[in-house]
């Protein structure tokens, strides 16, 4: 059973960090591609990040240069870390199993609320 948890959200000042980490079951990171996915309050879910199982990562215009998405293949865990946050960036962030050419969600975690005040 697919399971996907997220951690580490939480309330930062405009130009703080956070690290949020998505611990899987039931599958192994290291040979799926994974994603994270974010949701402002009255907005469209939007794609943020995608990882492929050999490495390549690729993100929104929005956050290129400021966060970094990885994975630990022993741990089983998806990271995001987050620089230089704006109050944009806050919204409910999802990590997701993706299907790998569309980057479609096909299992999603409950998600962690970020939330930056400027």
């Known amino acids: 059973q697919v399971q996907l948890v997220e951690s580490g959200g939480g309330s930062v000042q405009a130009g703080g960090s956070l690290r949020l980490s998505c611990a899987a079951s039931?599958?192994?990171?290291?040979?799926?591609?994974m994603g994270w996915f974010r949701q402002g309050e009255g907005k469209q879910r939007e794609w943020v990040s995608s990882i492929l199982p050999s490495g390549p990562t690729s993100y929104t215009d929005s956050v290129k240069g400021r966060f970094t998405i990885s994975k630990d293949n022993a741990k089983n865990t998806l990271y995001l870390q987050m620089n230089s946050l704006k109050p944009e960036d806050t919204a409910y962030y999802y990590c997701a199993l993706i299907v790998c050419r569309t980057k479609e969600a096909k299992y999603r975690g409950q998600g962690t609320q970020v939330t930056v005040s400027s």
């Open positions: 039931g599958f192994t990171v290291s040979s799926t591609c």
